[in-house]
């Protein structure tokens, strides 16, 4: 069977296809960048439009009884679900840098863990900025930044080391955000608590795509935005989770008035909260509450397993396409080769990347553009969201790379790079 028609089967057989439909589809063009921003779900422009007419432009203030104050606990329920945990264990506000600063404080005032930062070399540059920035603040230990010899993946042997040796509070992306490589959660989770160590997870560039479950792997803490694979919408607010016998030790470094325990008795001294709602700070987004509460339903409605395995599938199709068809031409895989080791993006490198991306973007003749993303300095990165990217999309996206280069397309593009790429 040639790779056409394979990929044209598998899209027929897909038990998610129906789900493409439930995103705004550009004509003539292929996304494969919702591991930074997910796709606009149909749905919610409705939701917002009547948020804003009815709820916010008729009912005014009487919306936050009748409508908004349910709304953020409502949508820690549902993450709950995805990530089974309890509704009780997570909030969901702020940034995803807000909440890491929130929750690495709390950890190091709380004197649970010997007070070491630790991160790696393949972990998100701001949450490491989070990281020295607290231990600036709090007169603790530099950071102790455990450098890899590849940005392909982790040396857990090195990891371990440092986690035996310096005990602390570590910093980890469960997928990073270059290469996709995925860490073993549990595995990495029973050796900290072996160790008197904790690792908080950033799964920004996992959830919605992983199949993450905080109970399985025995997981204390984690932070994630929900603007990537969950199609929350630009600076949608992202969640922070702490499991249930670890709450009460932590107290939060931002005492906002709804992380307090009657915010509406506006008492002239703080009282936290008793929960997890002891980390909410500032009032609720609600119109970005609005937008991700869609994007979170149809992950629910679709089925985290379900889109785990498709994403496997898509990524393994597209792995075989570029070892035969682009590594003899220069290009490099970037990506773990293991399943078990990989999220749900893959990375290519290139002398020519970033040129190659322009020709993406602007298409042949203004025909089939494809959206990827360029991290500097070298690499591609081509983003699977299983809800709506299919096996063809990645056969195009492939077939176009590979005439980019064998018509030498990408020489009309100069090396120079604007400042926001």
């Not at 919702?34 to 432009?57: A, M, R, Y």
């Not at 599938?313 to 290009?331: D, Q, V, W, Y």
């Not at 322009?358 to 983003?383: A, E, S, V």
């Amino acid at each position: 069977m040639n790779k056409q028609a394979l990929a044209q089967e598998k899209d027929q057989q897909d038990p998610l296809a129906k789900f493409r439909s439930y995103f705004t589809q550009n004509e003539n063009e292929i996304y494969l960048d919702g591991n930074s921003l997910g796709k606009l779900p149909i749905q919610t422009k409705g939701v917002i439009d009547n948020l804003i007419e009815e709820q916010w432009g008729k009912k005014l203030i009487r919306s936050w009884n009748d409508h908004w104050l349910a709304l953020p606990k409502r949508i820690a329920e549902k993450l709950a679900l995805l990530l089974n945990a309890l509704p009780t264990e997570i909030v969901v506000g702020e940034s995803t840098s807000v909440n890491l600063y929130k929750l690495i404080h709390a950890l190091v005032q709380s004197k649970q863990f010997p007070n070491q930062l630790i991160t790696d070399s393949l972990n998100f540059p701001t949450d490491n900025y989070i990281l020295e920035g607290i231990s600036h603040q709090l007169n603790l230990p530099q950071p102790i930044c455990v450098g890899y010899s590849t940005d392909l993946k982790a040396d857990l042997d090195r990891l371990r080391e440092t986690i035996q040796k310096t005990p602390g509070i570590l910093c980890l992306s469960l997928v990073s955000y270059k290469s996709a490589y995925c860490y073993p959660m549990k595995e990495l989770n029973a050796f900290a608590a072996k160790h008197k160590s904790i690792i908080v997870w950033d799964l920004s560039h996992a959830v919605g795509a992983v199949h993450i479950d905080f109970k399985q792997s025995n997981t204390l803490a984690a932070i994630g935005c929900t603007y990537k694979y969950l199609n929350g919408g630009p600076g949608a607010p992202a969640f922070l989770y702490v499991a249930k016998p670890l709450i009460s030790k932590l107290s939060t470094p931002i005492q906002g008035w709804f992380g307090h325990r009657r915010p509406f008795d506006f008492s002239p001294t703080f009282e936290a909260a008793e929960g997890i709602e002891k980390f909410d700070a500032g009032t609720p987004p609600i119109l970005s509450l609005a937008a991700l509460e869609i994007g979170l339903d149809i992950t629910l409605e679709a089925g985290i397993q379900s889109i785990r395995k498709k994403s496997e599938s898509l990524t393994s199709f597209l792995m075989s396409l570029i070892k035969e068809e682009l590594l003899p031409l220069g290009f490099k895989l970037e990506s773990p080769v293991e399943l078990s080791e990989r999220g749900s993006h893959i990375t290519l490198s290139h002398a020519a990347s970033w040129r190659i991306c322009q020709c993406l973007l602007q298409g042949k003749n203004n025909g089939l553009k494809i959206i990827p993303d360029f991290r500097p300095d070298k690499y591609i990165r081509l983003g699977i969201a299983p809800l709506y990217i299919g096996f063809n999309d990645l056969l195009l996206t492939v077939e176009r790379i590979k005439e980019i280069i064998l018509e030498k397309e990408f020489e009309q593009y100069d090396e120079q790079r604007p400042t926001v790429t």
